[in-house]
């Protein structure tokens, strides 16, 4: 691929191509084509996730890395950024200090890679979505479904907006709007999946019993916390030496947002009544977790170089505070000054320095193709509300929402992957009848 089209004599981009064969005997002709989040995940990692849930059952599955993400050429990986990460969770999450060294780490980065003569500017969801367009064409396909998870989903309804020829059905999972993803924009999913959570807890009497009043107790603990940070030496899930770990208010809501990973949304309640009765283990470990990342593994620089083009511009820190106050009254402002899972995000654009593209990339996306809207209840990166959201728009929809599942939907729910298969196989009218018995597992119940 061109580097830029806006560039036609600039360099040239290799990115790396996956098909994986349809395990049906007489698969379907229209194959899938899966769009990866992040921005700058790791999009053949995915692939071990979409097999188990099914998705090449009937049709053939493609999977492209995006521009600059892992095994593309270039690689805009940032290990200066996931060495300072890895430190990080020792250090007091949103003290400035530890924004100025995130962005030192985002500025040696950004100074590397410009160095090697890449135009960062370029690597953006108009270009990612062009290059989709582009592989259809070079493999000769007349019709394909496209599947995004996450930013992915951004980037499927850009590539639906942009070259709506040749799509069969689009699904998307875990639903970010372009038109309105933004810093300000985390602080309402963040309060949509952990209210959630909560609500699920009071509906299970045993939950309801033993944790009452979770959110009142967290407001207390984010408090308590932000005046007087913990310090611990923890031993990170599957390591062998304690590491240093800091527990500020910051920390613990970022470590909610993050969605299951270390902390799975089953133990939530349980984890805030331990901190509150003096037991940080299991949001201790959680954050030691952070302290050994896979360097390399995500492509920090696309996820700074959108980030920064298209979602921080046109809202100041005070719109950013303004959303945090909405959400969350009552936490201090230290905390909802920085956008959950991007800190510090404003002074480390200044130093990415990247234009504004706010203007091309946040847009609606209006269509009659096919749609399958897919979010979970719990999901606190991108709230269950802003899949329908993107719904009003796309009149062929249908909206799901799975409850008691958090971000990235399809491999951790049985329903949504038989939803998935009957929209593939009826784009026009999907099954949805399993999500009716649904409920959320059972919370962790400690005595």
Known sequence: MPESRAHRDGRTIRLTVAIIAATSKKPAKDPVVYMEGGPGGDAIDAIQYLVASGVNRHRDLIVMTQRGGRYSQPNLACPEIDRFNARAVGLVYDAPSTGRGLVRAAKACRDRLAADGIRLSAYNTTENATDFAALRTALGIKKWNVYGASYGTDL?????????????????????????????????????????????????????????????????????LEAQPLTLDVVPPGGEKPVKVVLDGGAIVNLLVADGGALPSVDVPAAIDELAHGNPRRFAQA?????????????????????????????????????????????????????????????????????????????????????????????AKTGASWGPYAGRTLPRSTAVRIPGIGHFVLPQSPCAQSVLASFLARPTGPDTRCVAGLAPKPFTIVP
């Open 156 to 224: 499927a309804l850009t590539y639906l907006r942009r070259h709506p020829r040749g799509i069969r059905s689009v699904t998307i999972d875990g639903v970010t709007p372009p038109q309105i993803v933004s810093l300000p924009w985390t602080w309402d999913s963040a309060r949509q999946g952990i209210d959630a959570i909560f609500a699920a807890c009071e509906a299970q009497p045993r939950c309801e019993a033993r944790y009452p009043h979770l959110a009142r107790t967290l407001t207390q603990q984010v408090r308590r």
């Open 287 to 379: 954050q030691a977790a952070g302290a050994t990342p896979a360097i390399g593994e995500s492509a920090h620089g696309l996820t700074h170089s959108i980030a920064c083009s298209e979602w921080v511009p046109g809202h100041s820190r005070s719109d950013l505070l303004k959303e945090g106050r909405r959400a969350f009254p009552g936490w201090p402002d230290t905390v909802l000054a920085q956008a959950p899972q991007l800190p510090f995000e404003n002074d480390l654009c200044r130093a990415w320095r990247v234009p504004d593209r706010t203007a091309i990339q946040r847009v609606t996306t209006s269509s009659d193709v096919p749609t399958l809207i897919l979010n979970g209840t719990f999901d």
